[in-house]
């Protein structure tokens, strides 16, 4: 099965990392989470509310809305922000020139294997997300791209909100004793499909290079 693919390249300031990848990721679980399932009996139970909460960013202007779980909350920020560390730390490695690194949420499920072969993981949806960071010269430069960020980013999670809306491949709903092979069943108050965030760093490309600069170019010309 080819797991489903979605890039997204953006340029930002070191500071937005964080926020910017916790409100793409939050955004995407936040589709991809039921409430806790109940069972009854084999083949017969009730699924629970999932609670949600508004979340404002302090260096971008946006607000969007995420599961208000403690748990997953706590997941998706250790992983931004070590993804935001890792970048900022490859300022002072190559003295101030351009850094950029991938991020990605994949969601999939786990096929089991004959004794004595272990389990198998199987992507089916897969969110990439490219970063550049740059360094802005003034204030000015900063509130402006603080602005023309949080459009970008307003975009792409109306662009998620379609998508997810659209007919697409999700796993079948199992049956009890198959649950933990297609949900994560670990979160107390809420059960999402099975996921993995991953990341690392990577030399800047000509592509991105060329966006960051037209959309500098924009965005301070307004």
């Known amino acids: 099965m080819n797991a489903r693919t979605q890039v997204f390249e953006m340029a930002l300031e070191g500071r937005q990392v964080e926020e910017a990848v916790s409100s793409l990721f939050h955004t995407l679980l936040f589709h991809r989470t039921l409430g806790k399932f109940h069972y009854k009996q084999e083949g017969n139970y009730c699924v629970g509310t999932v609670g949600y909460e508004d979340a404002d960013c302090d260096f971008i202007d946006l607000t969007y809305v995420r599961c208000s779980s403690g748990d997953i909350k ?40 004959r004794w004595p072969f272990p389990s198998e993981s199987i992507p089916w949806e897969v969110w990439n997300l490219r970063m550049e960071i740059m360094t802005l010269a003034s204030e000015i430069e900063r509130q402006l791209y603080r602005e023309k960020v949080g459009e970008l980013l307003a975009e792409k999670i109306l662009y ?47 592509s991105m290079g060329t966006t960051v600069r037209r959309l500098l170019k924009d965005t301070l010309s307004i």
């Open 160 to 206: 998620i909100a379609e998508s997810m809306n659209r007919p697409s491949y999700v796993p079948k709903m199992p049956n009890q004793p198959e649950l933990d092979l297609i949900f994560d069943t670990s979160f107390v108050d809420i059960q999402p499909y099975l996921f993995k965030i991953s990341y690392g760093t990577s030399p800047p490309s000509t």
């Open 74 to 113: 706590k997941i998706v920020n250790k992983e931004a922000t070590a993804f935001s560390e890792c970048l900022r730390s490859q300022e002072r490695e190559t003295q101030g020139q351009a850094r950029s690194g991938h991020i990605s949420l994949t969601f999939y499920q786990i096929k089991k294997a």
